[in-house]
């Protein structure tokens, strides 16, 4: 059984500071890694995403990703903070290579900006 | 990319009635995947609709309580049955899509139900 753990429920950072959001991963077949943002009384949006190509992902609004096997992490990263990135962040999981694109998600985490 | 549309997007239901909730996308995909996401959670699988066949639900998810139908390979609904408060949530359709963005999952952008 696959399983997503984001750690830190709430994140907050000041603007034009480093944004780091963790998430590691537990997959018996190789997994496909998805960040997805949230921003209030919206859904979904996809972020970046893994999948077996390069480790170093980059994806919009100026986040990248690192997919690292030896520690089965997929850590969201941003250079310098914007107000606008204050949002909910999901990492998730997929089997995709194998017939079945369910995704199972993290618990989230909400990231607050401190102007 | 796939797009995705729900309806409704938002409604507000009485206790007891059901809601059926329908998506569209806009190209042909095997599988469909329906989630709810409860106020201040995460998002958790309810089923996976198969085109011709019944949906595969979770644990802790029931058909009587959930029922879904997938007459084609681009449209399906979720219906909540019975509804009180603890339904009250943002049900969200998904679609993979393998081709077009190299194997993505993309969601619709939901239906906030609200029970009263």
């Known amino acids: 059984a696959q399983s997503v753990t984001q750690l830190g429920s709430h994140v907050s950072v000041s603007e034009g500071a480093l944004v780091l959001l963790r998430c590691n991963y537990s997959?018996?077949?190789?997994?496909?890694l998805f960040w997805y943002v949230q921003y209030p009384n919206q859904g979904l949006q996809l972020l970046l995403k893994?999948?077996?190509?390069?480790?170093l992902v980059k994806g919009i609004n100026g986040f990248e990703a690192e997919f690292k096997k030896s520690e089965t992490s997929f850590h969201l990263t941003k250079p310098s903070a914007h107000m606008s990135d204050a949002a909910e962040y999901f990492c998730?999981?997929?089997?995709?290579?194998?017939?079945?694109?369910?995704?199972?998600f993290g618990t989230g985490t909400r990231l607050t900006i401190i102007p | 990319s796939a797009v995705i549309s729900q309806k409704p997007s938002r409604d507000i239901c009485q206790r007891g009635t059901s809601l059926t909730i329908q998506c569209q996308v806009d190209?042909?995909?095997?599988?469909m995947f329906w989630y709810r996401q409860q106020p201040g959670q995460s998002l958790t699988l309810i089923a996976t609709?198969?085109?011709?066949?019944?949906?595969?639900?979770e644990s802790g998810f029931v058909i009587d309580k959930f029922p879904i139908s997938r007459p084609n390979l681009t449209f399906s609904t979720l219906t909540v049955s019975n509804m009180s408060p603890e339904d009250s949530s943002i049900y969200l359709c998904?679609?993979?899509?393998?081709?077009?963005?190299?194997?993505?999952?993309?969601f619709g952008e939901g239906s906030w139900l609200t029970v009263v």
């Open positions: 190209s042909q995909v095997t599988m």
């Open positions: 609709a198969n085109q011709g066949s019944e949906a595969t639900y």
């Open positions: 997959s018996s077949v190789p997994p496909y």
């Open positions: 998730a999981v997929s089997d995709f290579d194998f017939g079945n694109e369910k995704l199972t």
């Open positions: 893994y999948t077996s190509a390069a480790t």
């Open positions: 998904s679609v993979g899509d393998r081709v077009s963005s190299g194997n993505t999952i993309y």
